[in-house]
């Protein structure tokens, strides 16, 4: 074999892409793999609830632009809430986060299922000639893909195979409104409204009435650029918040940074981020500007310091203006849902803050729930079990569901109300007494609300606009939903089940060993008893549990980390390129006998149990 010899590398024919709600962004045409076939192809497994996911959007735009004319990547979305089955929430997703490839709506996890994909996002490369030959599960695998992608180019260039020429992608025609896909609302001195205006990347000040355009600031394309109003570059931003000067501290989302927008002369500045995404193995804490971010949501004012809602890894942050340094205050970067000291703590998405004097309350997206911090730094929930249930349900916290909400806000009396996102419904939880009622309902992808006097002024995401309510004095009567994620559980056999991590390591890459193991394993379950053996954490990412056969249902949760680096035998580079590869697992089983007792988890490469002439 000679140097030139192409590697050898699994290769497992693709199943055909099916979803049953249609193609977006093709200009209405419908593909299958056939139509593709001589093009490298990247399928993105999505929903829009995931943060992950929108990492990899912007991940995968580095990708397209690079190879534009052999790279065809298509999002394929599978649904995690109910909402996310709307074909008209695709829609507004796909503006919302300009994706600028096709996307294929699949609610029934049609091709889902085909390909074998358990966790949100996953990505599948398919060569030229229609074969798997890669499946990454999580963020932050670009840099492998694109390895795999030269190699394929080179590859099927010198076989004949690849079709080089112009994507699919036909990009829709932009809609003529003052505002698109508002995030956040905050009410300044003057009286007036300043809006997150999230899709055209501004910030956008609006007169009293909460519909005339006072200024914009910000240039309205993608950038993290300071300056003042008419020169400022923002990305996605989201949360606001009032600083004790009367400047905003705005939580510039996919920039990962916090900007500073001073209302008197309309000038922004950077206060925190380097514009980089914060991975694991950084700095926690130090000079704001020199510690990495990881998509803030949102920001609140609470005991002196600025409480920043760190979406992209599932903690709480706080910025000191005093000494202008960041820090970790809560969470473990596990996404889940667990009370306790704040070191201890398990978030899900927090994407919306309100403080009042002894709580800073948070609506936790991904588990549906409303949750608040203490004084003492300890984490509580007042409504919400977890990942996987949800839904629209009033009544005691306990019993109450919410559908990802993103908003929450403070009123006077002492109770909250939360922008139910996924419910398009205003809801009230009252500490005093424990109950979940509705405020108001159709409303259209609520993210956030904001008190004007007497009113509630409310960001309707997805009617790109504010819309004014009167506090209610009733409540409003709704019909009892509930729901649980669209996933089917897998089947698994009572008693002894093998966990098996699949993880191989990128071309030109090897296991990052110099400081010790390069893996993790962390595996828990709800409910707790459904584990008998095999909890906790370990280096090795095979395991041998035990799941009691007494509990029929439950969830396994996994979190599996790998560092590779590149390989690099000559030692020609002091310091080598390293990779932290991490995904997070929430499976739901079903306990069946004469199930399977093997649970494979691809993490990177592929499954070689599975392997054959077609997937699953």
Not at 43 to 57: A, R
Not at 176 to 198: E, H, W, Y
Not at 261 to 270: I, L, M, N, Y
Not at 550 to 558: P, Q, T
Request: contains cysteine; aromatic residues 6%.
């Amino acid at each position: 074999m000679t140097d030139s010899a192409p590697p050898r590398r699994p290769r497992v024919r693709a199943p055909e892409l099916i979803g049953k709600g249609g193609w977006l962004n093709t200009g209405d045409r419908e593909y299958t793999l056939s139509d593709l076939r001589g093009r490298i192809v990247v399928l993105d497994f999505w929903t829009f609830c995931c943060i992950n996911c929108l990492h990899v959007l912007d991940e995968l735009r580095e990708l397209e632009h690079r190879h534009p004319d052999t790279v065809v990547v298509i999002g394929v979305h599978s649904p995690k809430f109910a909402h996310e089955a709307e074909h008209g929430a695709v829609v507004d997703a796909v503006e919302r986060y300009g994706v600028a490839h096709p996307v294929l709506d699949d609610p029934e996890l049609a091709t889902w299922k085909q390909y074998a994909v358990r966790a949100w996002p996953t990505l599948v490369v398919i060569d030229p000639e229609g074969y798997v030959v890669a499946q990454h599960a999580g963020e932050g695998h670009v840099h492998a893909i694109e390895r795999l992608v030269t190699e394929l180019e080179a590859e099927h260039g010198a076989k004949g195979t690849l079709r080089r020429g112009d994507g699919p992608y036909v990009p829709p025609e932009p809609e003529p409104t003052v505002l698109r896909f508002p995030g956040k609302a905050l009410l300044l001195p003057s009286g007036n409204l300043l809006v997150s205006d999230t899709t055209r990347h501004q910030l956008v000040e609006l007169a009293a009435d909460g519909e005339t355009v006072v200024r914009r600031i910000g240039q309205g394309g993608r950038g993290l650029t300071d300056g003042p109003a008419d020169r400022a570059r923002f990305q996605e931003p989201q949360g606001l918040a009032l600083l004790t000067d009367g400047t905003v501290v705005v939580a510039d989302t996919v920039n990962h940074a916090l900007r500073r927008f001073d209302p008197e002369t309309g000038r922004t500045t950077t206060l925190a981020g380097t514009g980089h995404q914060w991975m694991q193995g950084a700095a926690t804490s130090g000079p704001a500007r020199e510690v990495d971010l990881s998509s803030p949501w949102d920001v609140a004012w609470w005991q002196g310091r600025v409480w920043i809602a760190m979406a992209g890894v599932h903690q709480l942050w706080t910025y000191d203006p005093e000494d202008g340094t960041v820090a970790v205050a809560a969470g473990t970067t596990n996404e889940g849902l667990v009370d306790g000291p704040a070191a201890e703590a398990w978030f899900a998405q927090p994407s919306g803050l309100a403080a009042t004097a002894d709580r800073l309350w948070l609506a936790d997206s991904e588990t549906s729930a409303l949750r608040w911090v203490d004084p003492d730094g300890a984490v509580h929930t007042a409504v919400g079990t977890g990942l996987f249930d949800f839904g629209h349900r009033d009544g005691a916290a306990g019993q109450a569901l919410f559908q990802h909400p993103l908003g929450v806000t403070a009123l006077p009396d002492g109770s909250v109300a939360v922008a139910d996102t996924y419910n398009h419904a205003l809801r009230r939880f009252d500490p005093a007494t424990g109950e979940v009622t509705t405020l108001a309902t159709d409303l259209r992808e609520p993210s956030d609300a904001v008190l004007v006097g007497e009113d509630i002024v409310v960001v309707e995401s997805a009617r790109h606009r504010l819309t004014r309510l009167r506090l209610p004095e009733e409540a409003v009567r709704v019909e009892s939903v509930a729901h649980r994620t669209r996933r089917a559980a897998t089947e698994v056999a009572p008693g002894r089940l093998r966990l098996e991590v699949i993880f191989q390591a990128p071309q030109g890459q090897k296991l990052d060993t110099r400081y010790g193991p390069s893996t993790r394993l962390l595996v828990s379950s709800t409910p707790p008893e459904l584990l008998l053996k095999g909890e906790g954490a370990g280096t090795d990412l095979s395991r041998e549990l035990e799941l009691d056969a007494a509990v029929r249902e439950g969830v396994l949760h996994i979190s599996a980390m790998a560092a590779s680096c590149d390989d690099d035998p000559a030692g020609g580079r002091e310091y080598p390129a390293c990779h932290v590869h991490q995904q997070d697992w929430g499976v739901p089983v079903r306990l069946t006998e004469g199930a399977t007792d093997r649970l494979p988890l691809v993490l990177a490469g592929l499954d070689e149990q599975e392997s054959g002439s077609q997937m699953p």
